[in-house]
């Protein structure tokens, strides 16, 4: 039954096309107890860097209309303590694991991935270019289609494994990226991180959060993000995995059928850590509603106005 | 273990002003849930807020299988619970995060609550009566009308100190007054419990440390996942074998830290 | 006491610093019997172009998360009927009028502000770079910084009247358009336009919009739009006016409080029309509880956090 | 003159299965709506959806300031309307939109309804009555219950006949089948009035084309602002003196069309 959801994504296999979002489901290990870890098509760590780092000062989060503004400023183990202490726990766990990878320099980014390379459970790299809230690297990397190539070249040159670089909503053109990033050598694309914005108290009349500004997910971003997937979807060859306010069966399916060959769950996280569950029960019953065998047959369906397939 | 569920509204009491006694049915937290410990809740009548919000367990009974919280309306996440009917459902996970331990044999639990912090407490009493522990427990609110759980302690027997700032019910002034005539000039065997806002756990802590007392702190920050991914609810700890402060994630590693980890700001 | 909420905009004198946003507020005349018009600062008009325009087909509106997409596609009577048989109308409404310009060509643009010029009625020219809905013009001037300084300086060569470029937020770098439009010669500019978003139905596979994409407005943007208005009030001197999700006097004053000397109300209009009173109402709420003089004191007195003012 | 205000809910009937009569206070509805006109409302207690939504007024008493609607709850703006309390309130404006027209003298008003289109034929009887015109009510719906309003408009004494798609309940098949019947062969003297459906309207459309009869027709676009400047609700009309089709906005130059003017796509 569940084989009608399993997607091939840059040579992996995914039982389904759902993977927990960098961020919004720790390393994955703090589910454990939680939820059976393997309803998931994969996880994608916490941002990793080479060292720990502490993050910005709080609040680091605020609720909007239908949205949430975070700049958590990536606060994690550092990647060694992630090999030694997080992977082992993952073996257990029938899902893939996509590490996502950050630096303050390019060079950065090559040495956590070079560092990944040797540790066994991994099975891809997804490449953080796209984080508003840090002040080196991260957006300013995926903002400029030069130095993009470059962290992407660089990862690319000292791993076997999929190179996944996550774009940054953030920018005019996200087909542009999209190529550059396949130029490079990526073997797929995430698309979009959280869209830079500010909330202000208008009692205090300053930013709401420590760091002034932060980024945006959940269901407000979900329209923006779905057509940043579409024109991603039609620019590249690579997949694209669609993220973006995904809470429901019909959200992911959104982001499926304007391209996307898997989805990335965020925010939702949070909301409720029944979502996988849920949003799987409900693709196949979709699947059963429209006559369809298997999620493939949905990607890339879209019947655009004024074009034919 | 915590279990996310559809936990049904099974009986609704109001309280005068914006307070309300919520019971749910959900067996994990009831089976459970120990005093100090959490659920992350969201009525599912209102997709507005569209976070889950926490708060402390007050009283659980496993053989019904339900928990009862007591809440305060003050947003729209809280008001949303207030609102519902009975047989409406929320989306609860529970219960989470590190519960109040007991004193050690021979030391008296002083419990000091203000406002809504007294909800751990209803529960942490029983806990400690069922291990015949003594306790006192210091109630403080702004004014007479912001004591809502008075009555029902009172009827529950809880060995009770009153106090309102201004003076209209119990002893005048902070909770912290009775708390220190409690207390008394010599050395009393006690540890401390405090929940509520957050200058009043600092005034706790303060008092403890004055008198080299342990003392255990239920911290309040924003909190948007409870499991300890968001890092959003982060309180910055540090502990002895720590060489710095760090930030810790307070629903997991807390809501209750020992008051001499906790880096005040 | 309303002298209170009276704010200087580019030469112009509103009584509140509260502008309908254009498109969603018709021409005004149509809200009339529902409103006292004087309780606003001014109104923006529907975009106007040379011609009538037909719009694009249905469905052109659809609801999502906190916001509205919307592909309306400049439906209008054109700038001569307009000037025939709305200003008159406005003659006996004391408010700003603003004028929403719209072209095809640079030409355009020009021609209609020229038909414009003539009208004793009409406040400002606001100049429509950035409508998400259309094959020419639109935002494809807004996000090309050559063509922004062209239409602008089009504009401004045939106008005395203050000249309002509104900018859209479908680009990488707000700051650096706002800059543009300064140069070219622009009185105020206006921040932000719609977003571009797509929603699918997931039943039908097609784009929800007859259109395909569409402009995102509402709360579901305020975050971003505010992070924008900010970086916009930072790039340049001319007045900013902010425009996003603004629903209550707090999310007006968010915009004031980064440094907007005005602010426009979109979508809220089709919520509520009573929206200015409360806004109006809630403003001046504001100053007494802060015991402020004057909205102005509010302008642009975010406490940015590492930042002295 | 249309207003825009604060509405309390002063009753409420739940009708079986997702249907309910809800009555609030709104002087300018009550003093001044017609038959066939509408008001944009969303209940306060529910901040999302976030846009109002269009209902038809089937009553109004001047004397108590109040008017009525017959909600179909089909999604979260119309659920949340019919999950108020008595006492909540609505933002509401209205009323908006051109009612239906009465026929000329001599002529019979045929109404003809389909689903939640039945709400402002309740009141059209109403007005027909006092003027003394006389009038017949179709009344259809694909099952049984989806007659809801059968008894009120039966104690109302309305000029009735029922039918279902599927037979359970009057005359079976569409509700132009006991129509056509009632016009029989000969040319009577009548004009068509109808609100339901897409499909139900333009098959009424043809039914009085057919006969060279007069037909109003109560169209049902979505409706973002109900008074003509979001552009949203438009439809497709061509009057005689138009030389091609026209977007004409429904919520202010409808929601009532004569059939022979709109564009059937
Ligand atoms: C461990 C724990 C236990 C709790 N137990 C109880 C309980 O038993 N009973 C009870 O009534 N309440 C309890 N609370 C408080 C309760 O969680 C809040 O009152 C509730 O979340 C408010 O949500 P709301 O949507 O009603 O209001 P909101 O409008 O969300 O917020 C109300 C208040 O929270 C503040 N706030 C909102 N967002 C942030 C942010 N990002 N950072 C900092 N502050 C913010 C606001 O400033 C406002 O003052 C507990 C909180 C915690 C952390
Ligand atoms: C003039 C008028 C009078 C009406 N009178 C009544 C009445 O008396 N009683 C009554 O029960 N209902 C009436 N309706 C219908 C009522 O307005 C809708 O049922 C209501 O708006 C649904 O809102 P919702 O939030 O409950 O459901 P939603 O979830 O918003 O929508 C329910 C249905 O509307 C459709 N819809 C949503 N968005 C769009 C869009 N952009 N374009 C097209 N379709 C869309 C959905 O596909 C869905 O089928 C009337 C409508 C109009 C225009
Ligand atoms: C609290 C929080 C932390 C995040 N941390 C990361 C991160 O470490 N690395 C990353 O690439 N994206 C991070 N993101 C972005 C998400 O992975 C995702 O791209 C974004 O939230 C949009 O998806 P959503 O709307 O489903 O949440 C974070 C998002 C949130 C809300
Ligand atoms: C239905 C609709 C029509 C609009 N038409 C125009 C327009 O004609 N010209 C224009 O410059 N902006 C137009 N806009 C954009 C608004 O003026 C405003 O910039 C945007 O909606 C953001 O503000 P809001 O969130 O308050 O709605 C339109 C917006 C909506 C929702
Ligand atoms: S609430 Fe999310 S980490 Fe604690
Ligand atoms: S509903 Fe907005 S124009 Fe008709």
Redesign the interface.
Known sequence: MSGRLAVELAGLRLKNPLLAASGTFGYGVEYERLMDLSTLGGIVSKGLYLEPRDGCDVPRIVETPSGLLNAIGLQGVGVRAYVRDVLPRLERHDTAVVVNVCGDTVEEYAEVTRILEDAPRVDAIEINISCPNVKKGGMAFGGDPKMTHEVVAAVRRVTRRPVVPKLSPNVADIALFARVCEEAGASAVSCVNTLLGMVVDVEQRRPRLAFGTGGLSGPAIRPIAVRMAWQAARAVSVPVIGIGGIMCAEDALEFLIVGCRAVQVGTANFVDPGVYERINAGLLSYLDRHGLAGIGDVVGTLAYPGETK | ????LDAPLVAREALPGPYALLTFAHAAVAREARAGQFVMI?AH????????RPFSIMAVDPGRGTFTLFLKGVG?GSRALI?MRVGETA?C?GPLGKPFEAPPPGAEALLVAGGYGVAPFYMFGEELRAQRRPFHLFYGGRTAPDLPLEEILIEGGYPLALSTDDGSRGTPGRVTVPLEAYLGAEGRQAVLYACGPDAMLHAVARVAQARGLAAQVSLD??M??G??????C??KIQRPSDARP??RPAC?EGPVFDARDVVWS
Do not use: I, Q, S, Y
Request: charged share 15%; glycine share 12%.
């Open positions: 273990m915590p279990a996310n969201k009548t209102a997709p507005e807020p569209f976070l889950r729209p609102d989306g996970l920050p924003w948007g996942c499991v300890g991914t968001c890092l959003g982060v309180v760090k930030w997991t």
